[in-house]
């Protein structure tokens, strides 16, 4: 009789998505056969999150949709593993029967384990630790699920920041960070598969090495992964307001292969609200972070999120934020709605402001920005650049799907590029901008 086979459903951030690579690792490592897709297979294995309520709402709504394939289709037994296994790790095997086997962020790697255990028909298992500690080295045979020449490159694992909306560091834990040397060894086995672009994640990236206490820093992990040579992409994504140091700016200025792009979430321009939030030691760095970056690095790619409806929140703490990001004038923005999340100091905050409000508030945000988005996009018209080719054009797609450096996967848009002549996913082109639709660019190659 074959092996079971194990098919994966991966939700939430990039971080997440890591965790699912390196699940798949080690059981394509094992001899565990993967499937094509979740509906297809013996095992559906189902890798939650639980940042917030829509993502809490999302898992659920995954796992008992995996429920359905079980009790209908091929699909012999389903296990859920990731953050909301983790947070809810006495209540959800409680509340979720129809799940044969739950799996915390510590206990990874022993899902080839599990699998063969559920197999045998040995009943279910809970392999949940009460706080994550461990801090993975993935295995060569990471099986990347991105879709394209590019990766996540996941450097530190939990959090030490204390913000008052967010539940990461309960769930994951302390920040742990990996050693240069293992993140060097790692980039150079993805480049070597054909990956052009490496995109560093960690709850918060330029805090990575803080904690090892050796001298361990974000600008010398650039510096090391600088030094790999030859041509492709860093990308540095989560950062944190007050850790865009001038030695950072400097070695991203310095080093060719980092893209002169920095994803810095704010959360808040009103000092009032950031000192609510506990992330008061930002409030001044958040004032002068546009305008200090584009000095250091002319030409850099900014993009920020913003959390609107955290308690407290007035009309004029609004106004303020409005007002400081159609000055800032950020390339990419998101915004998302507060979330009151159980065990954060948060929770029990008063007063709520109302969702109708919240609603608003966030639209307003948006249409701010897709002003703003608008006008740099114009400004790019007739200009030149050079372009990650991701996927090649289709009898159903004319037209070939890139990305620039100032365009991070999954939540800056695209490029698209009408080219004439074949072309390969991972290639370079040189380009010139011809028009945009919404948060995506046209664009033709260049002789």
């Known amino acids: 009789m074959a092996p079971w086979s194990v098919g994966f459903v991966s939700l939430g951030c990039a971080k997440n998505l890591v965790d699912s690579e390196h699940l798949a690792g080690i059981l394509r490592a094992e001899g565990i056969p993967l499937a094509r897709r979740a509906e297809e297979a013996d095992v559906i294995l189902v890798n939650t999150c639980a940042f917030v309520g829509d993502a809490k709402e999302e898992s659920l709504t995954a796992i008992l949709r995996a429920g359905r394939w079980k009790q209908a289709g091929r699909c012999r037994a389903l296990v859920v593993a990731g953050c909301l296994a983790q947070r809810y790790r006495t209540a959800l095997p409680a509340a979720l029967p129809e799940v044969d086997a739950f799996i915390g962020l510590d206990d990874l790697e022993s ?263 608008r006008r740099h996009a114009l400004a790019r018209i007739g200009t030149t650049d050079v372009v990650l080719l991701l996927d090649p054009p289709t009898r159903a797609v004319p037209w070939a799907v890139a990305r620039h450096a100032g365009q991070a996967p999954e939540v800056d848009g695209e490029t698209r590029v009408r080219v004439s002549r074949p072309a390969v996913a991972g290639t370079w082109l040189r380009v010139r901008y011809t028009g945009a639709e919404g948060y995506d660019l046209c664009a033709e190659p260049l002789a």
């Open 111 to 373: 899902i080839g384990q599990v699998v063969r255990r559920l197999e045998r028909g040995a009943g279910r298992c809970v392999a949940i630790g009460p706080r994550p500690r461990k801090l993975f080295e993935p295995l060569p045979t990471r099986l990347l699920m991105t879709g394209g020449p590019f990766a996540y490159l996941k450097i530190a694992e939990g959090c030490n920041h204390r913000c008052a909306f967010c539940a990461i560091p309960m769930i994951r834990g302390r920040q742990r960070s990996r050693r240069i040397a293992d993140i060097v060894r790692e980039a150079e086995h993805l480049l070597a598969g054909g990956v052009r672009e490496l995109n560093l994640v960690a709850q918060d990236t330029t805090a990575y090495g803080r904690d090892r206490g050796d001298g361990t820093s974000l600008p010398r992990l650039l510096r090391a992964l600088g030094g790999i040579g030859g041509r492709f992409w860093i990308r540095v994504l989560y950062g944190h307001p007050a850790g865009i140091t001038d030695e950072l700016l400097e070695v991203m200025g310095a080093t060719r292969q980092v893209c002169r792009y920095l994803d810095v979430p704010i959360q808040h321009s009103h000092p009032e609200m950031l000192r609510a939030m506990h992330r008061a030691g930002t409030a001044e760095a958040v004032r002068r972070l546009p305008e200090r970056i584009r000095a250091a690095l002319p030409g850099v790619t900014l993009r920020t999120t913003c959390l609107v409806g955290f308690p407290g929140e007035t009309a004029a703490h609004f106004a303020d934020l409005l007002a400081y990001i159609r000055a800032a004038e950020f390339d990419h923005l998101g915004v998302f709605v507060y979330s009151p999340e159980e065990g954060t100091a948060g929770y029990r905050l008063r007063p709520r402001v109302a969702a109708r409000c919240v609603a608003r508030r966030r639209s307003c945000l948006l249409r701010a920005q897709q002003a703003i988005v």
